[in-house]
């Protein structure tokens, strides 16, 4: 039996081996060592998934039998925001998803209307940088229905994901391309496990682009940006841990 050296796999073994004692993917491993690692991964993955791999090829998918039992909740759980917790003790029955930046038809949706969209649920593995991963279910609208209501203009390259929570006062923020935005399994999940998606696992909405580390499955979605450019948001790399500790933007598994 061949055994594939996979980037997750490098990457739990060099946390493992490391020995960093992490509690949440809002604490992350800043070693040189790591870092020469996912740079160099980062550029080899990309590669491989966007020039070998079909767009549509998908993460893989798990039954019910393999969820795991525990699914620990990573960065944030709960936004300091006291918009977002009055939305949090109303159900989220006033909150409204704004999906605008480069599109023909700006939206603002309700969670229920969200909700009313066609679905999809699958169940995948969660893999954090800090190298320990969970599968859990997922069920929500597919990206690419959202963007295709909208409309996308002349010169969209990226969507940008705007969240309610922040680290030290700053919003937390996240950012994928056309290629993975318009991919089958991205989807903005509501639902977790067979219920409404929890506080502490970023309710209302949490992105899910099942072939990125977890870090980029960005929590408490409030905003869906279009742009052309990643220049003007934050430094410009794309992502908050991007561009704090120079974490890859791709970070594919």
């Known amino acids: 039996m061949k055994h594939h050296v996979t980037r997750r796999g490098l990457v739990g073994s060099l946390v493992a081996g490391a020995g960093l004692a992490v509690s949440g993917c809002d604490r992350l491993g800043q070693s040189e060592s790591f870092q020469n690692l996912l740079s160099g991964a980062e550029t080899l993955t990309m590669r491989a998934q966007r020039l070998i791999s079909s767009r549509d090829a998908l993460a893989r998918e798990f039954s019910a039998a393999e969820m795991s039992p525990v699914f620990r909740m990573n960065g944030n759980t709960m936004p300091a925001d006291p918009a977002y917790a009055r939305h949090a003790a109303n159900g989220f029955a006033d909150w409204r998803l704004k999906v605008d930046g480069l599109v023909q038809r700006p939206l603002a949706l309700s969670l229920g209307a969200i909700r009313a969209l066609p679905a999809r649920t ?84 949490r992105l899910r682009v099942e072939r990125q580390l977890g870090y980029k499955h960005a929590k408490f979605v409030t905003r869906v940006e279009v742009a052309s450019t990643l220049a003007n948001t934050g430094a410009g790399k794309g992502g908050y841990w991007e561009d704090r500790i120079d974490y890859e933007w791709y970070a594919g598994i």
């Open 122 to 205: 699958q169940i995948t593995r969660h893999d954090c940088v800090e190298g320990w991963s969970a599968i859990g279910k997922w069920t929500g609208v597919p990206l690419k229905t959202l963007l295709d209501a909208a409309g996308l203009r002349d010169g969209a390259r990226y969507v940008i994901f705007h969240c309610a929570d922040d680290f030290g006062g700053t919003r937390y923020y996240e950012s994928i391309d056309l290629i993975d935005a318009f991919h089958p399994q991205t989807i903005l999940a509501w639902g977790m496990n067979d219920a409404p998606l929890p506080v502490g696992h970023g309710a209302p909405l």
